[in-house]
RNA sequence: GGCGACGUGGCCGAGUGGCUUAGGCAACGGCCUGCAAAGCCGUCUACCCGGGUUCGAUUCCCGGCGUCGCCUCCA
């Protein structure tokens, strides 16, 4: 069984599922009010190959992940743009799929969104206030962070030490608030903001709202694990938890985190930086499984450079992969190798270890390129089958992506001629034009292939 | 200031108290090839600095230097 590094007891444990044989997990999702940049990439590729694992293993996983289309961001660049926000988070999400479904992404089994669960979200916190645990100010409904006695459990230090080592932060709203960690449940709005009817008056629900209630709501008290990238940790995640606590439910069983992307000075790629690196441009000048391999090479804890070097260096391997691909197409299927594939499940299930379980897909695919090249097509079908299902767990593609046109494969036939004839000039003007083309020209003892 | 992470060979990036040892990319040599391509075999460049523990540390401990992150919206 898999086991996973817990953020919040800071160890590698095993994941335990609440139900044999079902695993629930919770993403949180994107806020949509601009295009995807890489560490949104970043964290959707990471749970995918854990989804994708998982299910390998032959676990029913409800995969939910939440679109966040209230928001104040959201709201700004309405106001900003001066268009309805609707517009904003209709578009941006449209984009968003057409990302994540370009990257391979497989789609989460539930989507909720913020604005279909506002009337469960005023719910809650009318359940908060109920308890004590929220309180009114001039602009809102505020979260009394320290009405959680464990509160910054995932913070890693207490609200003591928070505030201790604040420096000369602003805090938002500190005036009214009972604490600097106080968090807003419910905002009021202002006129032409987004407004839902509440008992507090017209608003809009605070971020931290929307996963407890969708989280809990879709899967329930005590699912199995909760993710998102490390900036997640804290504040939000250990907000939400704090929300869970107070309503007396049990909440995520495990956390799980992803580092950082980090441009090439080793400085967090985020939007907020503005040094965004979308993720649409990074698709349209590379094979989408390029991004893929990046990560499936460092550990999805660490954080990832994203170079120019680092992205070539991984088209260059999926490149041998899709040669051996192509020159295995035709190996009839054999059972794939039960110790190789153990091999790669304690990896897998020692923490996601795909730089490890990478590592063995190299040297399986060059035990089979050697085991084909000494004709032993027993070992190479049964070692290809192997990789398939090495590449099957981990979200990979192997293979040409284009079809390969008559005049190519005509061209292909007249260099072969060319050399039978040993017309080796013509032979290599051939091949020369189908290499212009940017075709892979490749002249075995069976003749001449061509492919991408 | 508090908390956390990290510093590995030309680049990226794993891992480990010693043993055979990542892996990818690049480079070099060889096999194969008419020549290439693809593939295979082999070679090369390491563990930030200073102490300590140990028979032995890149790996554990302490200190230093450096980088990054969180503490504010963020995957």
Known sequence: MLHLYDSATRQVRELALREPGKVSIYLCGPTVYGP??????????????????????????????????????????????????????????????????????????????????????????????????????????????????????????????????????????????RHPADFVLWKLSKPGEPAWPAPWGDGRPGWHSECVVMSLGILGEGFDLHGGGQDLRFPHHENERAQAVALGQRFANHWMHNGFVVDAEGEKMSKSLGNVSNLLDLIEHYDPRTYRMVLLQSHYRSPVKITQDNLDAAVKALAGLDAFAARTSEVPTAHPDGSVLAEFRSLMDDDLDTPRAT??????????????????????????????????????????????????????????????????????????????????????????????
């Not at 990789?387 to 192997?398: F, K, R």
Request: with cysteine; glycine share 8%.
């Open 36 to 177: 995807p940049h890489l560490g949104h990439g970043r964290a959707t590729l990471v749970y995918d190959v854990l989804r994708r694992y998982l299910e390998w293993t032959g676990l029913e996983v409800r995969f939910v992940s939440n679109i966040t289309d209230i928001e104040d961001k959201i709201i700004e660049r309405a106001q900003r743009e001066n268009r309805p926000w609707e517009d904003i988070t209709t578009k941006c999400e449209a984009v968003w799929w057409e990302a994540m479904d370009a990257v391979n992404f497989q789609r989460p089994t539930d989507t909720p969104h913020a604005t279909e669960y506002v009337d469960e979200m005023i719910e809650m916190i009318s359940d908060l206030i109920e308890r004590g645990h929220a309180y009114t100010t001039d602009d809102g409904i505020y979260f009394d962070v320290q009405s959680v006695p464990d509160y910054g459990l995932l913070a890693y230090q207490s609200l003591d030490d928070m505030r201790a080592g604040g420096g000369e932060r602003e805090v938002h709203g500190a005036a009214a608030k």
């Open 359 to 452: 590592a063995l897909l190299f040297d399986t695919v060059r035990a089979a390129n050697a085991a084909l090249d000494a004709g032993d097509d027993e070992r190479t079908g049964a070692l290809v089958a192997t990789i398939d299902e090495i590449c099957t767990a981990l979200g990979l593609e192997l293979g040409a992506s284009d079809e390969v046109p008559t005049d190519a494969i005509d061209k292909a036939a007249t260099l072969d001629a060319a050399r039978a004839a040993k017309d080796y000039a013509t032979a290599d003007a051939l091949r020369a034009e189908l290499q212009a083309d940017g075709w892979t020209v490749e002249t075995g003892p069976s003749g001449t292939t061509v492919r991408r």
